[in-house]
């Protein structure tokens, strides 16, 4: 039964992965009819209705009155939604779509070490392999040619330790009971916002065209849901 159940993470890491690398794609199209951080912020705000139904129908919505759990919450859409996100969708405008795919597969590197180092969890040779295989197309993109880093480059690669740590979080929210359709609706509503107003400051906010929504709503599906 363990040993299905890992395997059966193992298979949801891999879709995510997969899903993951459509946002820089969005993020280089959207650019051209839209601020890049606005993209992100509207694309996570539109993906929280999924998780408002989700969370209505498993009548779910009760636990985010719960005080206790609203600071793990808040610390969640940060480390999730707001800051990895919102470094990587900046710095993308300064890279390829192909070099922020690479780069930000630097997750699993993390995500490994860090279990290793603090869970204790045993590296076998085929993750060992894995993590000399992404490091090598990270040392690559990262180097691109020459001896010198790219600001953009480095920031996309450091950003995703953000989400281990996030997702260590969500572990600790699911721990004391919370679903996790209420844990993923309050980080899209609190992190969209937190978004908007940094792509307020920032970009300067401007609602999209027409012809933007349809788009928005299928990579709010693609990425976050």
């Known amino acids: 039964m363990k040993h299905s159940q890992e395997k059966a993470g193992e298979i949801a890491i891999i879709i995510e992965v997969i899903l993951g690398a459509f946002l820089p794609i969005g993020l280089n199209y959207g650019a051209k009819l839209m601020p890049q951080l606005q993209f992100l912020a509207y694309i996570t705000i539109i993906s929280s209705l999924l998780f408002l139904a989700i969370t209505l129908y498993r009548r779910e919505f009760s ?4 005080k206790k759990v609203i600071g793990w919450l808040v610390l969640y859409s940060l480390f999730i939604a707001v800051i990895p996100y919102g470094i990587i969708t900046y710095a993308t405008r300064y890279t390829s779509a192909m ?3 690479l780069l930000t597969q630097s997750e699993a590197v993390y995500a490994m070490v860090l279990a290793w180092l603090i869970l204790g969890e045993k590296l076998s040779v085929n993750k060992t392999l894995g993590i000399i295989c992404i490091l090598f197309a990270n040392t690559a993109v990262l180097y691109n040619g020459n001896l010198n880093l790219e600001p953009a480059h480095v ?10 740590f996030g997702n260590m979080i969500a572990k600790r ?4 009971g919370m679903g996790w359709a209420p844990i ?9 916002i937190i978004l908007l107003i ?3 400051t920032v970009e300067g906010l401007q609602m999209p065209p027409s012809n933007m929504w349809l788009f928005l709503a299928v990579f709010s599906v693609l990425i976050f849901g």
């Open 63 to 66: 636990q985010l009155y719960n």
């Open 99 to 101: 070099e922020t795919v």
């Open 155 to 164: 920031a996309i690669f450091l950003a995703p330790i953000i989400f281990v």
């Open 173 to 176: 929210l699911q721990s004391k």
């Open 184 to 192: 993923l609706l309050f980080r899209n509503v609190f992190g969209g």
């Open 198 to 200: 940094i792509a307020q």
